[in-house]
């Protein structure tokens, strides 16, 4: 078969010099900066990183698997352990893709209830992404007690509305779980109004720090045909500069109404996907200020739907999101029982690692951390 | 030979400190667990909010959290152990320096959790090394591990530094290493190390239970 | 993005030999599916992905799925000699259907991503047989995106792609036999003494008390 299509292969590096053997260092899956448990065996040329593979499959629980024999419903508890800092929005893709293979219809307060919790969602894992991210850079804690001093915040408003801190299994196929408690919303309101300032805080304190400066620009360059080929999602595609907010794209919900913009980048390096995150955070508050003002009164949930005895007819469907880390999307094939027959989850973290070594190839061992930070991966979403 | 409480406060009043050996030997130890950086998966997450401003863990000795086993003294099991990542759970806990304590944080910790008819999932990490307190919860809340945290430190209060109770650094004969399960073709071999995970004595187990 | 119908006509027109079927989905989301016949599937993918109309230059998923073989039974007409003289008498059937293992691709335009969307464009493609002929070409060169998701079919359903460039087991370990999200996979043994055990492990509870296994 002639292969004459362009085909995107990492560049094969040799060592500098003749004779020069190769350093083969295994980073992980026990290491402070990995994110979980993760392994890179890299291969390195003095300090110039010739060859990386990542090895994963250390937190591999099987969640498919147990899907199959789960009804539809109890495998909505296990969703919000795939990504396990935004459990809401996790809930909201597999709802998603249920009532894409059921036909049921999400009420008008539901749709508000979604679009809050998900942006709250996104706003508390950029902040934790970039605290994390500096962690490794050497900031050691500081700018991470920052961002988990906010993410307390809205955890404390989930707990009230969900029950649960993390593990919040809120939505339901049709709308929501519980109806929000009295004076919830205006909670809400308090928290979005201080985060502002946060971000305010963050930036002065970071966007001109010459050391995250000198660390980030220029470091682990991601091109833009690339991250469309290697099927990159999320804020990496966005800061290479490709304008693809599913969001945007799929008009799925009822993000139409609200006005937001699309942050993108130019350079596709480290620094580009921290500003991306700081902005995006940026206008996940502007869709909430919008979002709070008009929230309807009705049912939270489709009055077709039925929660117990779910049984879909036979078909397949493909549902995404925008989720933080990138396109989260669920493929469910029903049989016409309880419990699906093949239920995948699209994970936007394994995908997005497939260009890991493209970025470090050439890079120093130490910017391997950084590089690795940058890409945001949540260990439960890239095993499941 | 301890002194009674009431005579120990007299004499403190009058600025006589008096205490036993095991006392403050205990006191020294307990007060300054160094947990080993050891996230596994999402209640790595709320370990992490413990230590942060709001739950503070640092106000109970474990200052900080090494990433080095050789430096740590107390293994925190947060998340879900896979057969694949279980060798490296048994090698790290090998490696870990006397005197060592084990938390199993989360209900995959401790049998396997929400996960436990996965293939890959083991079922528990007390099949294979000792483990000194259980935290339950899927994700034990922050003060759950507060709380874990101060069981341990009762519990190394508690230990007498002679006789049969004594914890395993000062005993010559204990075991120090624990055998590290290989991965067979569909299995861990050996599936459970029974010398740290016997089986219960007695005699007539209930209907439908082993 | 065009709908199914359209975009297999447009692949007959362009690569006339390739064999494309369309595969209707029944379900309310109404995503149909393209299924490639495997010795052209290279070429169909790479149509699909450089055509200038198309331009389906994202491979958005990349999965397995096990359909197991099935016995099948049916009423057919046969005809039998009754008495002397042929007549057409029913009869059932038993037959099985060979099961196989598929691969399914869902493709989005991000070139494209702001024109009218109606869905993914989903390609399927089918082994032979689940036991020895489980080959598929691998959509990789085609689209990065398939590297790690083909190798997670290859470890947990056992589909061989060839022209993968790096085609080895990416969540279990290396040593590990068998192929685990089959249907008819049997887990390990090693239940022991759940206090609410049903069904295959209160059978296999039962089998620990009795002393059958050790």
New interface residues.
């Given amino acids: 078969?002639a292969?004459a299509?362009k085909?995107?292969?990492p560049p094969v590096m040799e060592p500098s010099e003749e004779g020069d053997e190769l350093l083969e260092v295994a980073m992980g899956p026990h290491h402070p900066s990995t994110h979980g448990v993760f392994r890179m065996d890299v291969a390195l040329d003095g300090e110039r990183v010739v060859k990386l593979k990542p090895v994963?499959?250390y937190l591999?629980r099987?969640h498919?698997?147990i899907a199959e024999t789960a009804s539809y419903l109890a495998a909505m508890p296990y969703t919000d352990r795939l990504d396990y800092f935004c459990s809401l929005t996790n809930n909201w893709a597999y709802a998603l893709a249920v009532e894409?293979?059921?036909?049921l219809e999400v009420p008008e307060r539901a749709q508000y209830i979604r679009v809050i919790t998900a942006e709250l969602t996104r706003i508390q894992n950029h902040a934790s992404a970039i605290g994390f991210l500096l962690q490794e850079m050497g900031a050691s804690g500081t700018p991470l007690m920052y961002a988990f001093r906010e993410r307390e915040k809205i955890l404390d408003l989930f707990e009230e509305l969900t029950g649960s801190r993390m593990m919040c299994n809120y939505m339901r196929f049709g709308g929501c779980r519980v109806e929000l408690p009295k004076g919830w919303l205006d909670k809400v309101k308090t928290v979005v109004d201080g985060l502002p300032q946060f971000i305010d805080e963050t930036e002065a304190l970071l966007t001109g720090n010459e050391i995250l400066m000198a660390r980030s620009q220029g470091v682990g360059v991601l091109k833009p045909d690339?991250a469309?080929?290697?099927?990159?999602?999320g804020p990496m595609l966005r800061a290479a500069g490709?304008?693809?907010d599913i969001r945007?794209?799929?008009h799925y919900g009822i993000y139409d109404r609200f006005k937001f913009r699309v942050p993108l980048g130019d350079h596709g390096d480290i620094y580009d996907r921290y500003m991306i995150r700081v902005l995006e955070a940026r206008e996940s508050v502007e869709i909430l200020k919008q979002a709070l003002k008009d929230v309807p009164a009705g049912p939270i949930m489709d009055p077709k739907s039925k929660i117990r005895g779910f049984r879909?007819?036979?078909?397949?469907?493909?549902?995404?999101i925008e989720a933080p880390k990138g396109?989260l999307?669920f493929?469910l094939?029903?049989d016409g029982t309880g419990n699906p027959?093949?239920y995948?989850v699209?994970p936007p973290s394994?995908?997005n690692?497939?260009?890991l070594e493209d970025m470090c190839l050439g890079q120093n061992v130490a910017d391997v951390v950084l590089i690795f930070g940058s890409v945001d991966i949540v260990l439960g979403e890239v095993?499941r | 030979m301890a002194v009674e409480p009431d005579l120990k406060i007299e004499l403190g009043k009058q600025g006589v400190f008096v205490t036993t050996v095991s006392e403050i030997y205990n006191w020294g130890r307990k007060n300054s667990v160094w947990p080993m950086q050891f996230g596994l998966a999402c209640c790595a997450i709320e370990m992490i909010a413990t230590t942060m401003a709001r739950y503070d863990l640092a106000r109970f000795g474990a200052e900080v959290f090494r990433p080095s086993p050789r430096q740590a003294d107390l293994m925190i099991i947060s998340g879900t152990i896979t057969?694949?990542m279980a060798p490296q759970v048994v090698r790290l806990y090998n490696q870990m320096a006397e005197p060592k304590y084990v938390i199993a944080m989360g209900a995959c910790a401790i049998s396997g959790g929400p996960f436990k008819?996965g293939?890959?999932v083991l079922?528990g990490i007390d099949r294979y090394i000792p483990v000194d307190v259980h935290i339950p919860g899927c994700p034990p809340r922050p003060e759950a591990l507060i709380h874990a945290f101060m069981t341990l430190q009762a519990k190394i209060d508690a230990q007498p530094l002679t006789g049969s109770e004594r914890p395993r650094h000062l005993d010559a004969e204990a075991q120090g290493l624990f055998p590290i399960p290989e991965?067979?073709?569909?299995?861990?071999e050996p599936?459970?190390n029974r010398l740290v995970w016997p089986l219960?004595a007695s005699s007539k187990?209930a209907e439908?239970?082993? | 993005m065009k709908t199914a119908e359209e975009i297999l006509a447009a692949i007959k027109l362009a690569l006339p030999e390739a064999g494309v079927e369309l595969v209707l989905?029944?379900?309310?989301?109404a995503?149909h599916s393209l299924r490639l016949d495997p010795a052209h599937a290279?070429?169909v993918a790479?149509f699909l992905?450089?055509d200038a109309e198309l331009a389906l230059?994202?491979?958005?998923?990349a999965?397995g799925?096990d359909w197991p073989s099935k016995e099948v039974t049916e009423k057919v007409k046969v005809t039998k000699v009754v008495d002397g003289a042929d007549t057409a008498v029913e009869e059932t059937v038993k037959r099985v259907e060979p099961g196989y293992l598929e691969a399914?691709y869902?493709l989005f335009s991000?070139k494209h991503?702001?024109r009218e969307?109606a869905?993914?464009v989903?390609l399927r493609m089918r082994t032979i047989n689940r036991t020895d002929q489980v080959e598929l070409p691998s959509l990789t060169?085609?689209?990065?995106?398939?590297?790690?998701?083909e190798r997670e079919i290859f470890d947990l359903f056992g589909i061989e792609f060839t022209g993968h460039?790096d085609l080895r087991?990416?969540?279990?370990?290396d040593?590990?036999?068998?192929h685990?999200?089959r249907r008819d996979?049997v887990?390990?043994?090693?239940?022991?003494?759940?206090?609410?055990?049903?069904d295959e492990?209160?059978k296999r509870?039962?089998e620990?008390?009795a002393g059958v296994v050790a």
């Avoid at chain 1, 894409?100 to 036909?103: D, F, I, S, T, Y």
């Avoid at chain 1, 469309?228 to 999602?233: K, P």
């Avoid at chain 2, 991965?183 to 861990?188: F, N, P």
């Avoid at chain 3, 040593?175 to 068998?178: H, I, K, M, P, R």
């Fill in positions: 078969m292969t299509f085909s995107y292969r994963f499959g591999h099987n498919e698997k894409k293979l059921a036909g690339l469309v080929n290697a099927g990159i999602t490709v304008n693809y945007k794209v799929d879909p007819k036979v078909g397949e469907a493909y549902g995404r396109e999307g493929y094939i029903s027959y093949r995948r699209r394994l995908i690692l497939t260009v095993d | 057969k694949k008819q293939y890959n079922k991965q067979s073709a569909h299995d861990l599936p459970v219960p187990p439908n239970c082993g | 989905n029944p379900s309310p989301s995503q290279v070429a790479s992905r450089d230059d994202y491979c958005s998923n999965t799925v399914v869902h991000m991503a702001h969307i869905g993914p989903v060169p085609v689209w990065r995106s398939a590297e790690f998701q460039p087991r990416i969540l279990m370990w040593g590990f036999e068998d685990p999200m996979y887990d390990p043994d090693d239940y022991e003494y759940e206090p609410t055990a049903h492990v209160l509870t039962a620990h008390k």
